[in-house]
């Protein structure tokens, strides 16, 4: 069986480890993820999902009173959402699931609607900005990345659509957003005076120590395997290497405990990984960001250092460095 939101194929023998009778049901509807162990972790809901289902209910509210909405997310699943919505004002909470160290589990995101000739989405106060380039979008967008906006301005089509309106202008404010990002990576990779709106999937990874054991059995079975960081990575290692396994390891790097013989490869955007084999490789260079650096110095030599320091960590394992529309930036191997 695939879980629908990472693609990962669960082994049989995890399922048959499950005490849970509807085992099946939960992991398609990609809500559950199942550990090596038998156990279930639940998956939360991303900051798009969250702003998405507020700014539905927001539209739907000019009609009618609302408590809850269904979001399509982008990994095709559609889920329930609570709402608290009415009079065209929307609140919803961000559902963080068992993810524990998810400073923005709980945080409110408002949006409000007005009937109008045009659709609009304006994103006000609690909403970062971008100040940096090499970030997903220009420097004075708000952060809101192509995905979480993509499945925002669709859940308001919905609404508009289900409310019989010809379209509708949605403000969308986050009312602590300014204090939660200053305990997130948003100053320190320039977003600044808010939260980043965000979502490849539309859900959060659960992460503890049981699913840590799950990810480093995936890692070790398989005899190809590709290692990836993120959503991003997930989705073009499966393209570019269609005839390995692939595991996704967030920012788990120190997990990589890569068996001799293996074909192995280790695959995603350049920032975490680089930053992990060489935590020190900005100082002095000026830039901020790896982002940064690469946009504007491809050739630097800070980033050659951390490759080489990398391929020294990781002796066998091919390095794949990749942009984020799917362009190999740098490889230590030959596709």
């Known amino acids: ?42 998956r939360g809901l991303t900051t798009g999902t969250t702003a998405a289902a507020a700014c539905k209910g927001a539209v739907l509210s000019l009609v009618r009173d609302v408590d809850g909405v269904d ?23 961000k559902d963080a699931g068992d993810h524990s160290s998810d400073v923005t589990h709980g945080m409110k995101i ?12 304006i994103a006000g106060e609690g909403i970062g900005r971008i100040c940096r380039g090499g970030l997903s979008s220009d420097i004075g ?12 301005m669709r859940a308001i089509e919905e609404g508009i659509k289900e409310a019989g ?19 997130t990576l948003n100053p320190g990779v320039g977003v600044e005076g808010g939260v980043s709106i965000l979502g490849s999937t539309g859900f959060v990874e659960p992460w503890n120590e049981h699913l840590e054991d799950s990810v480093s059995e995936s890692l070790s079975e398989p005899e190809r395997v590709v290692a990836t960081t993120g959503r991003t990575g997930l989705r073009y290692s499966r393209i570019l290497f269609p005839d390995h396994t692939a595991v996704l390891i967030g920012s788990k790097l120190d997990m990589l405990r890569i068996r001799a013989g293996r074909d192995t490869v280790l695959c995603g955007l350049p920032g975490l990984i680089l930053r992990w084999a060489e935590p020190g490789m900005l100082e002095g260079t ?33 390095i794949v460095l990749i942009n984020r529309d799917g362009s190999i930036y740098r490889d230590t191997g030959v596709i």
């Open 1 to 42: 069986m695939i879980d629908p939101v990472t693609g990962f194929r669960v082994p049989d023998e995890w399922l048959r480890r499950s005490s849970l009778s509807d085992i099946r049901e939960r992991i398609e509807s990609g809500l559950w993820v199942l550990l090596s162990n038998g156990k279930v972790l639940r």
């Open 71 to 93: 979001v399509w997310t982008p990994s095709g699943i559609t889920v329930r959402v609570k709402v608290e919505a009415c009079g065209g004002r929307c609140i919803a909470q």
């Open 110 to 121: 408002i949006a409000s609607a007005s009937s109008s000739e045009r659709t609009e989405l």
């Open 141 to 152: 967008k708000p952060a809101i990345s192509r995905s979480a906006r993509n499945q925002i």
């Open 165 to 183: 309106l010809s379209g509708a202008v949605v403000h969308l404010t986050v009312p602590d957003g300014r204090s939660i990002a200053r305990m």
């Open 286 to 318: 000026g830039y901020a960001t790896v982002a940064e650096m690469i946009e504007r110095e491809p050739d630097h030599p800070a980033i050659a250092r951390a490759l080489e320091h990398l391929g020294k960590m990781l002796p066998g394992t091919r």
